[in-house]
């Protein structure tokens, strides 16, 4: 069975910090590109990140640039977000995915079925004004 696992969420004051993993089984982890995506009440999915893997591509929405960090453990087969600088706007579910390919496709970040393997359960951050 193929299972993702996040952990990490929670509340944070705007201008802190929160480290979320995602724990997967059941699969090729190491061979595939793994990202994060997130959705606010009210709104769209939106792709956050992706890192190819061997981490030596990442992609980042324009909105998380500078402030979050997309990393791999591929012998934990846990894949990392450090959200640093939080701002109210980044509240949202977040979730963790595993693609389909081994590079950060433009249909995985758009969260296209075709491209995506399993999806997590998710974990809501929280960031107060």
């Known amino acids: 069975e193929v299972q993702l696992v996040e952990s990490g969420g929670g509340l944070v004051e705007t201008g802190g910090s929160l480290k979320l993993s995602c724990k997967a089984s059941?699969?090729?982890?190491?061979?595939?590109?793994v990202g994060w995506f997130r959705q606010a009440p009210g709104k769209e999915r939106e792709g956050v990140s992706c890192?190819?893997?061997?981490?030596?591509?990442?992609r980042y929405a324009d909105s998380v640039k500078g402030r979050f960090t997309i990393s791999r453990d591929n012998a934990k087969n846990t894949l990392y977000l450090q959200m640093d600088n939080l701002k109210p706007e980044d509240t949202a579910m977040y979730y963790c995915?595993?693609?389909?390919?081994?590079?950060?496709?433009?249909?995985?970040?758009?969260?296209?079925?075709?491209?995506?393997?399993?999806w997590g359960q998710g974990t809501l951050v929280t960031v107060s004004s």
């Open positions: 995915a595993a693609s389909s390919y081994d590079y950060c496709s433009g249909a995985f970040l758009r969260g296209e079925d075709n491209a995506l393997d399993a």
């Open positions: 059941g699969l090729t982890f190491a061979g595939r590109a």
């Open positions: 890192i190819t893997p061997n981490s030596v591509k990442t």
